[in-house]
């Protein structure tokens, strides 16, 4: 299907081919017909899957059909879990409707309200709001609600999770009766099914893709690491010839500060984004990360979700996630529109069960590889090889840095990649034997420029006793 299949005016479609995209994908293909028919819609996709435009588009349509709003009354409204989806998602009605006079704004918390009440009084006909301060707003007379045609809840299941259910109910309570409701979700929580009977009005549904599918375009591998070699093992992953731009993800603030100062002493450019941060410094770091002036992005979950920033190479999970949601939601950061990437997990023993979790949620098993200090060690030196010594040209760059299938087949093939690790279901795996691993280390020597992750150990006591340890080729 085209764009110019979905009944869209020429200004949109003419933004939408500026903006690059060739098709529809499969969640816009799916919601724009029903969402251009005014129905009520109830859609589950993550993410990345293009659901923003699935929205923004008919949304535009609609509200550039009708004249342009004159009075101070807001014609759709969206609300949006945190402050950088709302930012992201106003671009977007930006960008689609550039050619178009319909007028935007956003309306968050963390900055101060004044130029967002000016924006209000001079009249806007999309919102796009967190539900805190937008109440706020509403309840000193600024947020005129009881006009609004369309309700958009962008990332309905974050929502919840982030507490926000009452305040977006007492929103929902604001609004007429006789709207267009949409509801977007990366999972169909029960919560979030109680909560569309509550608002949607006989909605279609939209499911295009399983609640936790991962794009196969990441490449996703774990690294059983013990803690006081992750920093290291972190450097040098990032300092790796594949390692383009690279968001690292902790549990905490403190750890994320924490790895920051590391990172910052060892001369990355880098800087770090979570709920401490006041919301100007979030999107300065933002800004600096999608321009490329910082290489390294350190984030917590509550920062993390939403940034949608093209070129992301690797996401590195330096501390496992809570719950396997949130570790699809961190991983999908990565190989934006298409595009492909690494998310490689540091775990230790006390992670097995999580990692449980995790495979049972995406339905596959997880590649694992078990680092040692001296295989942090080799690295380094074939970092250091690959540095002095002119580089060879290959056609297909390193393979561990690199999920693409060609790629990876010719990682399989090379006996220099091969690496200790923990058993893993899903791949071909052989016990280890002194040959194969004096085999690996002698290659791996004498091509280092190709193999950054080679990691070989011949010998060596696992820190997690009680894994049976094999080898299988090594794909990053
Ligand atoms: P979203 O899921 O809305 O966060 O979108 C993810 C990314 O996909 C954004 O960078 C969009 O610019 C991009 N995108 C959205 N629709 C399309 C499309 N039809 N073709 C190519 N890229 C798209």
């Given at each position: 299907m085209q764009f110019q299949n979905l009944s869209l005016n020429a200004s949109i479609l003419r933004a939408v081919a500026e903006e690059g995209y060739d098709n529809p994908t499969p969640i816009q293909e799916a919601a724009i017909?029903?969402?251009?028919a005014g129905d009520d819609l109830l859609a589950t996709a993550q993410t990345g899957t293009g659901k923003t435009a699935a929205f923004s588009l008919p949304i535009l349509e609609r509200l550039s059909a009708k004249p342009a709003n004159r009075g101070r009354h807001i014609r759709a409204l969206v609300l949006a879990p945190t402050r950088e989806l709302a930012v992201q998602i106003e671009d977007s009605f930006r960008n689609y409707g550039r050619h178009l006079r319909v007028r935007t704004a956003v309306v968050l918390g963390g900055v101060s309200p004044d130029p967002q009440i000016k924006a209000l009084r001079q009249g806007v006909d999309v919102v796009?709001?967190?539900?805190?301060?937008?109440?706020?707003?509403?309840?000193?007379?600024?947020?005129?609600?009881?006009?609004?045609?369309?309700?958009?809840?962008?990332?309905?299941d974050?929502?919840?999770?982030?507490g926000f259910a009452p305040d977006v109910r007492r929103i929902v309570g604001t609004l007429p009766r006789d709207r267009q409701t949409m509801l977007f979700s990366a999972t169909l929580s029960s919560d979030i099914v109680k909560l569309s009977a509550d608002i949607l009005r006989n909605p279609s549904s939209v499911a295009v893709t399983p609640a936790a599918s991962v794009s196969t375009n990441i490449v996703q591998s774990v690294m059983f690491v013990?803690?006081?070699?992750?920093?290291?093992?972190?450097?040098?992953?990032?300092?790796?010839?594949?390692t383009q731009r690279a968001l690292v993800f902790t549990r905490t603030k403190h750890r994320a500060n924490r790895v920051l100062r590391q990172l910052l002493s060892e001369g990355f450019a880098a800087d770090a984004i979570h709920s401490n941060k006041s919301q100007n410094a979030r999107q300065r770091a933002l800004n600096a990360f999608h321009g490329g002036r910082i290489k390294v992005l350190v984030a917590t979950d509550?920062?993390?979700?939403?940034?949608?920033?093209?070129?992301?190479?690797?996401?590195?999970?330096?501390?496992?996630?809570?719950?396997?949601?949130s570790y699809v939601h961190r991983i999908g950061r990565t190989a934006r529109a298409g595009a492909s990437g690494h998310a490689i997990s540091f775990a230790c023993e006390d992670h097995a069960f999580s990692l449980i979790d995790i495979e049972s949620f995406i339905g596959h098993t997880l590649n694992k590889q078990e680092i040692l200090p001296q295989d942090i060690a080799s690295l380094k030196t074939s970092q250091q090889d690959r540095a002095r010594k002119p580089q060879r040209k290959t056609e297909s760059p390193s393979p561990s840095l690199t999920p693409d299938a060609s790629a990876r087949g010719?990682?399989?093939?090379?006996?220099?990649?091969v690496v200790k690790t923990m058993e893993s279901e899903n791949s071909s795996v052989q016990e280890a034997s002194p040959l194969a691993a004096n085999e690996s280390r002698t290659v791996a020597e004498a091509a280092p420029s190709t193999a950054p992750f080679a990691l070989t150990r011949p010998s060596g006591k696992s820190p997690f006793p009680g894994r049976r340890s094999s080898e299988v080729p090594a794909v990053g």
């Open positions: 017909p029903l969402a251009l796009v709001a967190t539900p805190g301060r937008l109440l706020d707003l509403y309840k000193q007379g600024h947020a005129k609600l009881d006009r609004v045609q369309v309700l958009v809840l962008d990332e309905g974050r929502m919840l999770d982030m013990e803690q006081a070699n992750k920093r290291q093992l972190l450097r040098e992953i990032l300092r790796a010839e594949g509550i920062a993390a979700r939403g940034i949608d920033v093209d070129g992301i190479s690797h996401v590195i999970n330096y501390e496992m996630p809570d719950d396997p949601e010719s990682a399989q093939r090379r006996s220099a990649n």
